[in-house]
């Protein structure tokens, strides 16, 4: 079984767990590969039971800040306000001090200040890492997996978090500082917030949390969800502007009577058979091991991801607007 776990991680990742790279490449933690904290073992197969079980899927995300004010130290301090709602809600740091109010909130920046941060600065300075979970999760399980989180990820990086809980979804901000103890600066990609995801995943089903981390593909998802600013927007009620590019262009496909075409299908379908052919070759195995539940999980994936669609989200509202169309032509015929 530890073989067959070795494998179905290395794949389920799409690479070897490690911390942060460069662009170039070149590890820039102060850790080498060979003494990061490896995930535990099973946890490909792990999470993608709790895909098929329907377990609900963790979030962690780095929300991006364009303003001028955003980087330097003026930028931590403004992040650590928003965080910390001005010094209401307490804050803790990577060695569990727990830091209250405004002054001894002011003190600990003024602390990181000395770490040669300038005051303002063309780079960004510190990272916002949000963990969040569905609405019914525990708050606590939440807050207690966020700080083991930061502490196995961000072990030699100076950082704070609090848990915000004036939303539906519980969700931890942490404000971690992008250089590390030797000054090198981290410089997460892609690949980085998957394995974060699935760090995080592990610390949540160590509280009892159920819980799953996979990516879209996995589970045979083909359109990617709304982005928050957008949908914040979409629900006060305003337009933004992509929207309405979007509605001009979904106009004149509907004139036109040319339905969007998917851009990337066929390395879409590509895709999907690769991953479909290796949670076959998985379900097999574990049946062969005996592991006939786990088998007829991971089988009942195959199935659900075979018979989902490649529909992008151009062409369902699409396909909406044009019943829309056709119920209201319906309803209110033309008269001569």
């Known amino acids: 079984m530890s073989d067959l776990n070795k494998r179905v991680d290395d794949w389920f990742l799409g690479y070897k767990t ?176 998957f394995e974060w995801r699935v760090r995080f995943a592990e610390k949540l089903r160590d509280e009892g949390v159920q819980c799953a981390a996979t990516k879209r593909q996995h589970r045979g998802r083909t359109q990617k969800s709304e982005k928050r600013p957008l949908r914040e927007m979409r629900m006060r009620g305003a337009v933004a502007n992509v929207h309405k590019l979007e509605a001009q262009f979904l106009l004149e496909a509907l004139k036109n009577n040319d339905r969007p075409k998917h851009p990337f299908i066929k390395e879409t379908m590509q895709t999907r058979g690769i991953i479909v052919e290796n949670y076959g070759l998985i379900a097999r195995e574990l049946y062969k091991m005996g592991n006939k539940e786990e088998a007829h999980i991971i089988s009942q994936l195959v199935k659900e991801v075979n018979q989902a669609g490649f529909i992008t989200q151009a062409q369902q509202k699409f396909e909406h607007l044009g019943k829309d169309l056709v119920e209201i032509n319906h309803n209110n015929p033309e008269r001569d």
């Open 18 to 193: 490690r911390s942060v790279k460069s662009k170039s490449g070149a590890d820039i933690s102060p850790r080498n590969h060979s003494k990061v904290k490896p995930l535990k073992s099973g946890s490909g197969i792990a999470n993608l039971k709790a895909a098929a079980l329907k377990h609900p899927e963790v979030m962690v995300k780095v929300p991006t800040r364009k303003s001028t004010n955003s980087k330097g130290m003026k930028g931590i301090r403004s992040h650590v306000d928003y965080i910390s709602r001005n010094g209401q809600l307490e804050l803790e740091d990577r060695d569990g001090h727990i830091i209250k109010g405004k002054k001894e909130i002011n003190q600990h920046l003024a602390d990181w200040k000395k770490l040669n941060i300038p005051e303002k600065s063309k780079y960004r300075e510190a990272l916002n890492v949000v963990l969040s979970m569905p609405a019914g999760t525990d708050p606590v399980a939440v807050k207690n997996a966020a700080r083991a989180f930061a502490q196995e990820q961000f072990e030699h990086h100076e950082y704070l978090f609090t848990q915000h809980l004036d939303q539906q979804h519980p969700h931890v901000h942490i404000c971690v500082l992008m250089r590390d103890e030797l000054g090198k600066r981290m410089n997460p990609r892609k690949n980085d917030l």
